[in-house]
Protein backbone atom coordinates (compact mmCIF):
# COMPACT_ATOMS: atom_id res chain seq x y z
CA UNK A 1 0.00 0.00 0.00
CA UNK A 2 1.70 3.00 -1.00
CA UNK A 3 0.81 5.86 1.49
CA UNK A 4 0.52 9.54 0.39
CA UNK A 5 1.14 13.01 1.30
CA UNK A 6 -0.08 16.30 0.73
CA UNK A 7 1.33 19.17 0.81
CA UNK A 8 0.08 22.81 0.15
CA UNK A 9 1.30 26.26 0.20
CA UNK A 10 -0.51 29.32 -0.42
CA UNK A 11 0.77 32.96 -0.30
CA UNK A 12 1.97 33.15 2.89
CA UNK A 13 5.76 33.11 2.11
CA UNK A 14 7.04 29.15 2.69
CA UNK A 15 4.49 28.08 5.36
CA UNK A 16 3.69 25.16 3.90
CA UNK A 17 0.96 22.78 5.28
CA UNK A 18 1.57 18.98 5.35
CA UNK A 19 -1.57 16.44 5.50
CA UNK A 20 -0.42 12.90 6.23
CA UNK A 21 -3.93 10.86 6.81
CA UNK A 22 -5.35 12.47 10.12
CA UNK A 23 -2.33 14.32 10.80
CA UNK A 24 -1.80 17.94 9.85
CA UNK A 25 1.54 20.01 10.56
CA UNK A 26 3.12 23.05 8.75
CA UNK A 27 6.63 22.93 7.60
CA UNK A 28 8.46 26.42 7.08
CA UNK A 29 11.70 28.08 6.30
CA UNK A 30 13.35 30.17 9.50
CA UNK A 31 12.74 33.61 9.12
CA UNK A 32 16.56 34.41 8.36
CA UNK A 33 15.76 33.21 4.57
CA UNK A 34 12.03 34.84 4.53
CA UNK A 35 9.98 32.05 5.78
CA UNK A 36 7.93 32.56 9.18
CA UNK A 37 9.63 30.01 11.05
CA UNK A 38 6.65 28.53 12.42
CA UNK A 39 7.47 24.75 11.47
CA UNK A 40 10.81 22.79 10.86
CA UNK A 41 12.38 23.33 7.96
CA UNK A 42 12.54 20.58 5.08
CA UNK A 43 16.02 19.47 5.26
CA UNK A 44 15.16 19.23 9.17
CA UNK A 45 12.28 16.93 8.55
CA UNK A 46 13.98 14.35 6.28
CA UNK A 47 16.53 14.37 9.21
CA UNK A 48 13.89 13.20 11.55
CA UNK A 49 12.43 11.29 9.44
CA UNK A 50 15.65 8.89 8.94
CA UNK A 51 16.30 9.57 13.13
CA UNK A 52 12.72 8.41 13.96
CA UNK A 53 13.27 5.41 11.85
CA UNK A 54 16.61 4.65 13.21
CA UNK A 55 14.92 4.68 16.86
CA UNK A 56 11.88 2.83 16.16
CA UNK A 57 13.75 0.11 14.68
CA UNK A 58 16.39 -0.12 17.56
CA UNK A 59 13.39 -0.43 19.80
CA UNK A 60 11.51 -3.04 18.17
CA UNK A 61 14.42 -5.37 18.08
CA UNK A 62 15.38 -4.49 21.85
CA UNK A 63 11.56 -5.61 22.75
CA UNK A 64 11.88 -8.89 20.45
CA UNK A 65 14.97 -9.77 22.27
CA UNK A 66 13.49 -8.48 25.52
CA UNK A 67 16.29 -6.35 25.85
CA UNK A 68 16.78 -4.12 28.81
CA UNK A 69 16.57 -1.27 26.22
CA UNK A 70 15.64 2.03 28.33
CA UNK A 71 15.81 4.64 25.60
CA UNK A 72 17.93 5.95 22.45
CA UNK A 73 18.61 9.30 21.60
CA UNK A 74 19.88 9.94 18.47
CA UNK A 75 21.41 13.52 16.90
CA UNK A 76 21.37 14.03 13.26
CA UNK A 77 22.86 16.76 11.52
CA UNK A 78 23.58 17.17 7.47
CA UNK A 79 26.54 18.59 5.39
CA UNK A 80 26.53 19.46 1.80
CA UNK A 81 29.94 19.38 -0.22
CA UNK A 82 29.96 20.04 -3.57
CA UNK A 83 32.61 19.47 -5.81
CA UNK A 84 33.04 19.87 -9.86
CA UNK A 85 31.69 16.70 -10.51
CA UNK A 86 29.23 15.88 -7.84
CA UNK A 87 27.36 17.04 -4.70
CA UNK A 88 27.54 14.68 -1.78
CA UNK A 89 25.55 15.05 1.43
CA UNK A 90 26.86 13.52 4.47
CA UNK A 91 24.48 12.80 7.41
CA UNK A 92 25.94 12.14 10.60
CA UNK A 93 23.72 10.09 13.36
CA UNK A 94 25.14 10.34 16.40
CA UNK A 95 23.30 7.34 18.72
CA UNK A 96 23.38 7.13 22.39
CA UNK A 97 21.56 3.33 23.94
CA UNK A 98 20.49 4.12 27.62
CA UNK A 99 19.97 0.70 29.61
CA UNK A 100 21.45 -1.78 31.25
CA UNK A 101 22.61 -3.39 27.98
CA UNK A 102 25.78 -5.55 27.47
CA UNK A 103 28.63 -4.94 24.31
CA UNK A 104 27.40 -7.37 22.11
CA UNK A 105 23.54 -6.30 22.37
CA UNK A 106 24.65 -2.65 21.95
CA UNK A 107 26.53 -3.31 18.98
CA UNK A 108 23.37 -6.07 17.73
CA UNK A 109 20.81 -2.77 18.42
CA UNK A 110 22.96 -0.32 16.46
CA UNK A 111 23.33 -2.07 13.27
CA UNK A 112 19.89 -3.17 13.33
CA UNK A 113 19.52 0.68 13.50
CA UNK A 114 21.21 0.83 10.19
CA UNK A 115 18.29 -0.98 8.37
CA UNK A 116 15.65 0.99 8.95
CA UNK A 117 13.22 1.46 5.95
CA UNK A 118 14.08 5.22 5.96
CA UNK A 119 17.68 4.93 5.53
CA UNK A 120 17.50 1.95 2.98
CA UNK A 121 15.80 4.37 1.05
CA UNK A 122 18.44 7.06 0.98
CA UNK A 123 20.79 4.73 0.82
CA UNK A 124 20.03 3.66 -2.84
CA UNK A 125 19.31 5.32 -6.45
CA UNK A 126 15.73 7.54 -5.62
CA UNK A 127 13.77 8.26 -8.61
CA UNK A 128 11.73 11.35 -8.57
CA UNK A 129 8.53 11.79 -10.57
CA UNK A 130 6.91 14.91 -11.26
CA UNK A 131 4.06 15.06 -12.74
CA UNK A 132 1.92 18.33 -13.78
CA UNK A 133 -2.01 18.49 -13.59
CA UNK A 134 -4.01 20.47 -15.82
Known amino acids: MTEEVKVSIGKEKYKTEVEINQHHFIADEPTEVGGTDLGPKPTSLLLSA ?3 CKAMTMRMYADQKQWPLEAVEIKLSAEVVKSNLQQTTYIRCTIKL ?3 LDEMQRERIFKVGDKCP ?4 L ?6 ESNILQ
Not at 123 to 128: E, G, K, M, R
Open 98 to 100: LGD
Open 50 to 52: LGT
Open 118 to 121: VQKI
Open 123 to 128: SNPIVI
